[in-house]
């Protein structure tokens, strides 16, 4: 039995923390959850291709100032995340033994988001360990580790992961800072040991997903400072050194890309980025407040149940300064990524660590068997969590076990016998925890999300051909390509992807654009023409009959549409 956490005073409670082999073990645990399936899935469209493109084109080039899709400029995000996939890609393919960029594989590419999903994980079971106690700290870990948004995060080579790292060690030294504040100046190595994490975690988030960390950490202290009326603590931040240390780390790049871009950078980047997703839902994702509390029961799964459950215990414990500090860090973000327009599930990461340490704290606070203790949730709040949870998580299996139906019109086993398994070990967890079974119930739950996540990654989805057209087209190329330096014309399928796996070189253009490739690189082009764009295609090359060399059918999962593609080439004369 996991001990409970002892009642708690409206001061913070002495200082605590996990040994260290806790850390090594939650580690382990999260790398467990976040392999399956990463280096056999395919590259995602969009944002993960246009990352890893961008990253590999920096290799080729050797210029980590400029970011570029091909010959378009990426200045949507700052160089931070570049440099880490870059550097993680060398690395890799040094180990491997083969030159840096020689063999293109996208699993590389994720490698700092793996990284930064398990630091994530080791920071938030940190500072729940410091805010609630060391039991409350492994759980949280725990629950972050095991819910459904990180795990996605951790296996795309995109910004989210890393910049999670960032917040939750900022919010770390934060919370130490704001728990000692009434305890006597610190001097020496102790005085700047907070500070530093914080600036320079600060740092590095901006430079990795620019004021994303200054928000939620901006908007915690100010609640705290307006609901205590106090934030002379704040002092202690060393906010003038702070300020540098931000500057010293994300300047340099700043000033280099701005005199580059001649300024592009910050007007696509802040205009067009940032600013559009406040003022309106930017690719289709425009979405009314309330989206994130209704989706909230899948991306936290398989514990969102627990964090419903909590809700009367942080209320009723408002004034504790533990529970206050994780009130000021959620609310206020989760309003503002509410409000504004663009909505994407993993949006609201970067508050699920003070969730899961509300969540692991009241869990082992309310179901303790201590008899001494209050009763716990009511059956009506149990009865809604249960139900709410079930749904979400369910759902989610229930539609693992659908898509390779939907998409390519069979049936998985592997997908099918999902269903039973994880709803199985995910009824055993909701029966262990409300009978204060915690420790079998937690492994339970731990257990359904493991498979679950096994299954759908390493197995179901690498085998839904239909859902990953640009790698249809990548195996059609290899198989048919007529010189080894081929380039491929692509008409009426532009996706990211696509250029990730067949090459920088690959032009996305439309029929005519395809037929003009045809025609100049007659022994060695290739074109990839959808239907809609095939009319055009065969119109443009006039008497020029092209030779068919593969049908590719699949599912843009970011249009809804079904394609068929056909790879063609031109007779040799």
């Known amino acids: 039995m996991i001990p409970p956490v002892p009642s708690m005073p409206r001061t913070a409670l002495p200082p605590t923390s996990l040994p260290l082999y806790a850390y090594a073990l939650l580690a382990l645990i999260a790398a467990a959850l976040f392999l399956p399936g990463f280096t056999v899935l395919p590259p995602f469209d969009r944002d993960e291709a246009r990352f890893a493109q961008a990253s590999s084109q920096m290799l080729d080039s050797g210029n980590y100032v400029d970011i570029r899709f091909q010959d378009e400029t990426r200045y949507k995000k700052p160089v931070g995340i570049y440099w880490l996939q870059s550097a993680a890609t060398a690395a890799a393919d040094a180990l491997r033994g083969i030159p840096v960029g020689d063999e293109k594989v996208i699993w590389t590419y994720r490698i700092p988001s793996f990284l930064g999903a398990i630091l994530a994980v080791l920071a938030s079971a940190w500072t729940a360990a410091r805010l609630f106690g060391g039991p409350a700290g492994f759980v949280a870990g725990l629950m972050l580790a095991s819910c459904v948004v990180l795990g996605v995060e951790a296996r795309m080579a995109k910004t989210d992961a890393v910049l999670l790292a960032t917040v939750v060690l900022g919010q770390a030294a934060l919370a130490q800072l704001y728990l000692t504040r009434r305890d006597p100046v610190p001097t020496g190595r102790a005085a700047w040991t907070a500070p530093l994490v914080f600036w320079i975690a600060a740092g590095v988030g901006v430079l990795v997903k620019g004021p994303m960390v200054l928000l939620v950490s901006g908007s915690t202290v100010l609640v705290l400072a307006v609901w205590d009326r106090e934030a002379g603590w704040l002092k202690r931040l060393k906010p003038l050194a702070g300020l540098a240390i931000v500057a010293a780390i994300a300047a340099p790049w700043l000033v280099a890309i701005a005199i580059k871009s001649k300024g592009a950078f910050f007007a696509e980047s802040v205009g067009h980025d940032m600013l559009g997703k406040v003022s309106g839902g930017q690719e289709g994702k425009g979405l009314p ?285």
């Open 289 to 573: 407040p309330g989206y994130y509390l209704g989706t909230f029961w899948v991306t936290f799964g398989p514990w969102s149940l627990l964090a419903l459950l909590a809700v009367p215990w942080v209320w009723a414990r408002r004034r504790v300064e533990a529970v206050r500090f994780c009130i000021a860090w959620i609310v206020p973000s989760w309003l503002v990524f509410e409000a504004v327009p663009t909505k994407l599930l993993h949006y609201t990461l970067p508050v699920f660590p003070a969730i899961a340490a509300l969540a692991a704290a009241a869990l082992l606070d309310q179901f303790s068997r201590d008899p001494a203790r209050k009763a716990g949730p009511r059956r009506w709040l149990v009865a809604a969590a249960v139900a709410l949870g079930v749904i979400g998580f369910g759902a989610l299996t229930l539609a693992v076990a659908l898509i390779p139906w939907l998409v390519d019109r069979r049936i998985d086993p592997v997908a099918v016998s999902l269903v039973p398994a994880v709803g199985g070990l995910f009824a055993l967890a909701l029966r262990s925890l409300l009978r204060t079974e915690l420790r079998t119930g937690l492994a339970a739950g731990l257990a359904a999300a493991a498979l679950l996540y096994a299954g759908t990654y390493a197995a179901v989805l690498p085998n839904i051909d239909g859902v990953w057209v640009s790698r249809q087209a990548a195996r059609a190329v290899e198989q048919n390509r007529p010189c080894p330096d081929s380039v491929v014309a692509a008409a009426g399928y532009s996706e990211p992807s696509l250029v990730f796996l067949l090459g920088t070189p690959t032009k996305l253009v439309h029929g005519p654009g395809a037929a003009v490739h045809l025609v100049a690189d007659r022994a060695c082009g290739l074109a990839l023409v959808e239907d809609r764009e095939a009319a055009s295609f065969l119109d443009s090359l006039g008497t020029a009959v092209p030779l068919p060399l593969a049908d590719l059918t699949g599912f843009n999962y970011n249009t809804g549409r079904r394609l068929h593609l056909t790879l063609y080439r031109l007779p040799a004369s």
